[in-house]
């Protein structure tokens, strides 16, 4: 029988959640308050007597936020898939196939994915520049396979290796081909995995700040990242714009999350529990 928690695992576990919402409600309601409110000593109040949806109408108003949300989308949505097919295929390789090397191979796949940013970014940057890729979705998706490429291969090897190898034997008794064997047996049975592979680039290529900043510095491609980080003016800080555009870039992220965290949980525990 499984113990029954006590009041004190409660206690903790309110605290615990408590404690990682705070700056996400915290923006919500700094959000919804009126300019006045957001300075001084009301500030540090947590609800306002006049809340207003102003500084919402004011991001789609004053801004061309629509633009960075359809940026951010569709250079999120082109990694995630281009990044995950290749990983696919790598990870396949690396977790399935008998042949030397791989786990020097996987040595590197994740020390590249070590380097910080601030090191990569003065020759990625050159080679962008010298093929004409700044200020482009190109110029931004070849940089992101920096650390999406990496990540993805990392995580669909421990999923592929968690598929019994008796179905790839079975399959080879029936006369499938390598392909077929991927494509028809192996890769449906990695769909988990796969999935939450594509969530967890997507949110990394969604929330990517240095290269979007370096990169795409023309106003129509700036990504939703830089683009309320450039809210700022020359003398003023729109608090209420910059609160309210990162509850509505939050929001699709943990509904996204919500709607398919069993599906996520699924794919993490079926590649780190060994039957």
């Known amino acids: 029988m ?8 409660y206690v903790f576990l309110f605290v615990f959640v408590f404690l990682v919402m705070f700056p996400f409600l915290w923006i919500l ?16 109040n947590w609800f306002t007597s006049h ?9 789609f108003v004053n801004y061309p936020f629509l633009k960075y949300l ?5 250079i999120a949505t082109i990694t995630t898939v281009y990044t995950v097919f ?18 020097v191979i996987l040595g590197i796949v994740l020390s590249v994915s070590m380097f910080p940013q601030i090191a990569t970014i003065s020759p990625i940057y050159m080679f962008v520049k010298k093929f004409g890729l700044t200020n482009s979705y190109l110029g931004l ?7 999406a490429l990496p990540l993805s291969i990392w995580l669909l090897v421990t999923f592929f290796r968690k598929i019994p190898f008796d179905l790839e034997e079975a399959a080879k008794m029936d006369g499938a081909t390598p392909l077929q064997t991927y494509f028809k047996v192996i890769l ?15 949110i990394a290529a969604w929330n990517e700040f240095l290269f979007a900043l370096t990169i795409n510095t023309a106003e129509n491609y700036k990504t939703v990242p830089v683009g309320i980080a450039m809210f700022q003016g020359q003398y003023t800080i729109p608090w209420g714009e910059i609160s309210a555009a990162t509850v509505i870039v939050t929001i ?10 069993r599906r996520i949980v699924s794919g993490l525990t079926s590649g780190s529990v060994k039957e």
């Open 86 to 103: 290749v990983a696919a295929f790598a990870a396949y390789a690396i977790a399935r196939l008998d042949f030397k090397g791989k786990s």
């Open 252 to 261: 699709p992220l943990v509904i996204m999350v919500l709607l398919f965290q």
């Open 51 to 59: 809340p207003t949806l102003k500084s919402y109408v004011s991001v």
């Open 70 to 74: 359809w940026n951010s989308t569709v």
């Open 188 to 202: 449906p049975l990695a769909v988990p995995g796969i999935f939450t592979t594509s969530i967890l680039v997507f």
């Open 141 to 147: 998706i070849i940089p992101y396979t920096t650390f």
């Open 2 to 9: 499984q113990k029954k928690a006590g009041p004190l695992f």
């Open 29 to 44: 309601l700094s959000s919804i308050k009126p300019l006045s409110e957001l300075f001084g000593e009301e500030a540090f």
